[in-house]
């Protein structure tokens, strides 16, 4: 199977950064996109940012110009840099990889909560 861990959620003031992190693991060929999604209480499941194997990215119109993702291929990583955070930023964040390999598919990390105080 495959596993996706996420790290480095946490509280912060408004204005403040946080780093999060996820490390996929198991049985698995490649990975093709890997992403960030967002769910703050009450509403749906958002879009944060995706990057492709090749390295190309896309961000939610929100983030753009405060959140960058990164990726590292050879650890089957990818980290979601989170600059001038806002109180409206406050959403548990979800890990994505779509796998290509036995357990094909799209998986999801537990979540990591990241909370925005003003």
């Known amino acids: 199977q495959v596993q996706l861990v996420e790290s480095g959620g946490g509280s912060v003031q408004a204005g403040g950064s946080l780093r999060l992190s996820c490390a996929a693991s198991?049985?698995?060929?490649?990975?093709?996109?890997m992403g960030w999604y967002r769910q703050a209480p009450g509403k749906q499941r958002e879009l944060v940012a995706t990057?492709?194997?090749?390295?190309?990215?896309n961000y939610a119109d929100s983030m753009k110009g405060r959140f960058t993702i990164s990726r590292d291929n050879a650890k089957n990583m990818v980290s979601l840099q989170m600059n001038s955070l806002k109180p409206e930023d406050t959403a548990l964040y979800y890990c994505n990889a779509e796998v290509v390999g036995t357990y094909q598919g799209r998986y999801w990390g537990q979540g990591t909560q990241v909370t925005v105080s003003s």
């Open positions: 198991g049985r698995f060929f490649s990975i093709n996109t």
């Open positions: 990057v492709t194997s090749g390295g190309s990215t």
